[in-house]
T-cell receptor
């Protein structure tokens, strides 16, 4: 049963600490998206990769957030330094890069920054 | 500026009745729309989609209607079941094939 795997499921950290979230896309998928779920904004797009290359990270605060794909099986989202306003659920999704396709989401990382 | 809007944060419906979830969008270039369903502590899962060349798409108890002139779509669930209780997200496909989501509507189906 192919699925997107995200780790950790939960992360509690203190303000100023570095946070790294990981995502393993479905094997064979070549697009990876990072979304953040907040009460007010719903699902906000943070970054988007195709064939490991970043295509759009306009939704991501550049001063503290960074997203990478070191290889086809791993995507990372890093926050340094973290702030309380970063507390949210972060979702990774992957797809096959086809037009008008649906995406498959992981279960998310619940981040709490104290 | 949200390009996809779900103005009702919550909806409560009695089991067996129809649930209607609404979504508006601002970008007339959007030509493909999807609905996702999300249970607590899980990621969103795809429910149903519609292309702008259609005005209706049906899949079992779920039907999505699209009104392009009004830039409005709706999801109908008939009959509603307690297991349908979840958050429903409307999404449109924008540039680079990325999904742009609304804020979601929490549906509660009660017996």
């Amino acid at each position: 049963d192919a699925r997107v795997t995200q780790t950790p499921r939960h992360k509690v950290t203190e303000m100023g600490q570095e946070v790294t979230m990981r995502c393993q896309p479905i094997l064979g998928h070549n697009t990876v998206f990072w979304y953040r779920q907040t009460m007010m904004q719903g699902l906000e797009l943070l970054a988007y990769f195709r064939n490991r290359a970043p295509l759009d990270d306009s939704g991501m605060p550049k001063d503290r957030f960074s997203a990478e794909m070191p290889d086809a099986t791993l995507a990372t989202l890093k926050i340094q330094p973290s702030e309380p306003r970063d507390s949210a659920v972060y979702f990774c999704a992957s797809g096959m890069g086809q037009s008008n396709e649906k995406l498959f989401f992981g279960s998310g990382t619940q981040l709490s920054v104290l | 500026d949200q390009q996809v809007k779900q103005n009702s944060p919550s909806l409560s419906v009695q089991e067996g009745r129809i649930s209607i979830l609404n979504c508006d969008y601002t970008n007339s270039m959007f030509d493909y729309f999807l609905w996702y369903k999300k249970y607590p502590a899980e990621g969103p899962t795809f429910l149903i989609s519609i292309s702008s060349i259609k005005d209706k798409n049906e899949d079992g108890r779920f039907t999505v209607f699209l009104n392009k002139s009004a830039k409005h779509l709706s999801l109908h669930i008939v009959p509603s079941q307690p297991g349908d209780s979840a958050v429903y997200f409307c999404a449109a496909i924008g540039g680079y094939n990325k999904l742009i989501f609304g804020a979601g509507t929490r549906l509660a189906v009660h017996p």
